[in-house]
């Protein structure tokens, strides 16, 4: 889905890592990079983006994979993804940036941060961060106290999620909203179609199967980077203890902000209290 559903923003594509990516710019400042989670794209971000706008210059970005971009057999390791984005943004005359991501976006994000700490002035992730060997560690059968995290498994599949999906994905996107979405019509009909047809495009379930695939390369990776050395703000609502979990001490200069009652979609369900809480940081 193109920016002609947001005002004052545009789209713009570029050839980086071998791959094409899709964007969506608008605003002026310092450059500001967000980038968007499963099973959403860089629409998740269209109630955000105008706020931010007024005080930065807001890049938006389709991940490998994603919605307009393209969606290769391969390089979906958060390192490989978060290279893309390190030259998008390179090749859009930056050499440093602020960077935020949700969800596997915040996982690039981290590495982005972990890997390029040279292009990265600040770091912002929310629900949930990086993966770690707690990963491994999610129970297949789900508990009271716990979330129903079977999409975890569900993705690691190879080749059926895409034949039972194809032309259905809509289910996914209203199950998952309305189990973890507080309110659920935060995300009104309109994104969720959106959603939908993205994840309907051939090839792109597998792709975001991939995503989840990589998490025992993440996770490998996340072993050799660094202790972070920018500051960094990790925010949740229905996941805030994992955010804490993944993010603390991997950085030397953390701090956290929970958003209570929220669910996992924040940037759709509490957009202005997002922007605040992203303009505060980043000054």
């Known amino acids: 889905?193109?920016?002609?559903?947001?005002?004052?923003?545009?789209?713009?594509?570029?050839?980086?890592?071998?791959?094409?990516?899709?964007?969506?710019?608008?605003?002026?400042?310092?450059?500001?990079?967000?980038?968007?989670?499963?099973?959403?794209?860089?629409?998740?971000?269209?109630?955000?983006?105008?706020?931010?706008?007024?005080?930065?210059?807001?890049?938006?970005?389709?991940?490998?994979?994603m919605g307009g971009s393209d969606k290769p057999d391969?390089?979906?390791?958060?390192?490989?993804?978060?290279?893309?984005?390190?030259?998008?943004?390179?090749?859009?005359?930056?050499?440093r940036v602020f960077i935020a991501g949700e969800d596997i976006g915040s996982m690039v994000a981290f590495s982005f941060a972990a890997n390029h700490p040279e292009a990265?002035?600040?770091?912002?992730?929310?629900?949930p961060g990086h993966p770690d060997e707690s990963f491994r560690s999610f129970p297949l059968l789900p508990t009271a106290a716990?979330?129903?995290?079977?999409?975890?498994?569900?993705?690691?599949?190879?080749?059926?999620?895409?034949?039972?999906?194809?032309?259905?994905?809509?289910?996914?996107?209203?199950?998952?909203?309305?189990?973890?979405?507080?309110?659920?019509?935060?995300?009104?009909?309109?994104?969720r179609a959106v959603y939908a047809e993205a994840y309907d495009q051939p090839g792109a379930v597998r792709a975001a199967n991939r995503w989840y695939q990589a998490f025992h390369d993440d996770i490998e990776d996340a072993k050799k980077y660094p202790v972070l050395g920018m500051p960094v703000l990790g925010?949740?609502?229905?996941?805030?203890p994992f955010v804490k979990a993944l993010t603390e001490g991997r950085a030397s200069d953390t701090r956290f902000v929970e958003f209570p009652g929220a669910g996992h979609y924040l940037s759709e369900e509490r957009p202005e209290d997002l922007a605040r809480e992203l303009t505060a940081f980043f000054g």
């Open 120 to 127: 990265t002035t600040k770091l912002a992730l929310w629900e």
């Open 146 to 191: 716990g979330p129903n995290l079977w999409w975890f498994a569900f993705n690691q599949v190879e080749g059926l999620p895409e034949k039972l999906l194809a032309g259905r994905f809509r289910l996914v996107v209203d199950w998952l909203i309305d189990y973890m979405g507080t309110p659920p019509d935060a995300i009104d009909e309109r994104s």
């Open 1 to 65: 889905m193109g920016s002609d559903m947001l005002d004052g923003f545009e789209d713009g594509y570029a050839e980086v890592n071998g791959i094409r990516l899709h964007y969506v710019v608008g605003g002026e400042g310092a450059p500001l990079v967000l980038l968007p989670g499963w099973p959403r794209t860089w629409w998740q971000f269209h109630k955000v983006m105008p706020i931010l706008a007024r005080r930065y210059r807001v890049i938006a970005v389709d991940l490998r994979g």
């Open 235 to 240: 925010m949740g609502g229905i996941y805030f």
């Open 74 to 95: 391969g390089g979906y390791d958060k390192k490989t993804m978060a290279s893309d984005v390190h030259e998008l943004v390179r090749s859009l005359g930056h050499d």
